[in-house]
């Protein structure tokens, strides 16, 4: 089993920043990509931005030139660090893990979420 723990979460004014952390753990045997998503009141779910085992990064247009992703591998941590926010970046955030997982001979994909930090740009 797999837990994704989120955290970096909070207040900030307009045009502040915020970095969000993402730790996954337990019988991890590969990760190949580590995203953050997030879900405003009344919206679906969006992808913001994902970073893969090889390192390629992908953001949505909303965020590009602002937001950053970059992941620990060695921790099995992934980042994201916000700048420039805007009121309309206020959400809860969420992060996804995809790899294999378990031990034993044959690994199992595992697709795991994080119980979601919340992100409030406000003045």
């Known amino acids: 089993q797999v837990q994704v723990v989120e955290s970096g979460g909070g207040l900030v004014q307009p045009g502040g920043s915020l970095e969000l952390s993402c730790l996954a753990s337990g019988s991890i045997f590969m990760i190949n990509a580590m995203s953050w998503h997030r879900q405003a009141p009344g919206k679906q779910r969006e992808l913001v931005a994902t970073?893969?085992?090889?390192?390629?990064?992908n953001y949505a247009d909303s965020v590009k030139g602002r937001f950053t992703i970059s992941r620990d591998r060695a921790m099995n941590t992934v980042y994201l660090q916000m700048n420039s926010l805007k009121p309309e970046d206020t959400a809860v955030y969420y992060c996804?893990?995809?790899?294999?997982?378990?031990?034993?001979?044959?690994?199992?994909?595992?697709?795991?979420w994080g119980q979601g930090t919340q992100v409030t740009v406000s003045s």
């Open positions: 970073v893969t085992n090889g390192g390629s990064t």
């Open positions: 996804n893990v995809l790899g294999y997982a378990g031990g034993g001979n044959i690994p199992k994909v595992f697709d795991s």
